[in-house]
């Protein structure tokens, strides 16, 4: 009799448990739930305060860290971001291949190469058919100026979707850095045919056909960036080099006092202000 009775009451408590977690469950999926339709309002304060309640209903909630990290990116607080995306990977970590993908984003974003790579890589390991991955990996690398990686990855990405401009254009850059400038506009030309609106590409067509000695297929290149970008201080640079290599050297130092101006050394490097001092005083 003695042990039939506890057993009863072991089942009871059991059973009691499973109903208090369950009400714990049915609370903070509530508030998920009332953040999320703050959420689609964009009203992001709102949507952090259910989403903390949900956090104090149940601690362990990934889902609850998760749209936490959504709305701080969006409300621009990207470190904050970073750490509630961390937190939901330690609490789940397999769960959500979106954790990585969002986080290592905003690595990227911060200029943190080495762990937006870290994430892309983890991403690509829970879902490797997500070949947009490979172009995001690929663009890391080249931002550490890890070429070969970044040419691998690349091309993996443009295996499996040729119509990313995107990797046209990393990859139309990184051989105008290696001085391969038929391959680099080999490239270009591929993304400019598909998308004749990036300022980038053309500004780098007309740099390697400037290293190629086509002068007219460079003016026209650039001035065709110019009329996408009319404030983008590299396109202006280039523009001078054309100018320098046709002995125009008065109208090439409008152009780069032009690009100094738009904040070519802020973003590039003193090679303006060291081309005028050459040409220009």
């Known amino acids: 009799m003695y042990r039939h009775s506890i057993r009863f009451y072991s089942i009871v408590l059991l059973l009691l448990l499973i109903s208090i977690l369950t009400s714990c469950r049915n609370r903070d999926n509530k508030m998920i739930a009332r953040g999320n339709i703050e959420f689609q309002k964009k009203n992001y304060e ?11 209903i149940n601690p362990n909630s990934w889902e609850a860290y998760y749209d936490m990290a959504l709305c701080k990116a969006n409300l621009g607080n990207d470190t904050g971001a970073i750490n ?44 490797p058919s997500n070949f947009d991955l490979y172009l995001a990996l690929g663009s890391s690398y080249r931002n550490l100026k890890n070429y070969d990686d970044a040419i691998k990855n690349l091309k993996i990405a443009l295996e499996h979707n040729s119509s990313m401009v995107k990797a046209y254009s990393e ?42 000695k086509d002068i007219a297929g460079a003016i026209a290149d650039i001035n065709k960036s110019m009329s996408l970008d009319s404030k983008n201080s590299y396109a202006y640079k280039i523009k001078a080099l054309i ?35 050459q040409y220009c005083e």
């Open 46 to 56: 709102e949507a952090l305060l259910y989403y903390k309640k949900a956090l104090k």
């Open 84 to 127: 509630d995306y961390s937190n939901a990977a330690k609490i789940n970590p397999r769960e959500n291949v979106n954790i990585y993908i969002n986080r290592g984003d905003l690595y990227y974003k911060i200029k943190d190469f080495e762990k937006a790579i870290a994430d892309y890589k983890f991403a690509i390991e829970l879902n």
């Open 171 to 212: 990859l139309g850059y990184i051989y105008l850095v290696q001085k391969n400038y038929p391959l680099a506009i080999e490239f270009l030309d591929k993304g400019i045919a598909i998308d004749s609106t990036d300022a980038i590409m053309f500004n780098n067509r007309a740099n390697a056909k400037l290293e190629l």
């Open 243 to 277: 100018l320098i290599a046709q002995n125009k050297k008065a109208e090439a130092c409008v152009e780069l006092k032009k690009s100094l101006s738009l904040g070519y050394t802020e973003k590039y490097g003193n090679e303006v202000s060291e081309l005028l001092k």
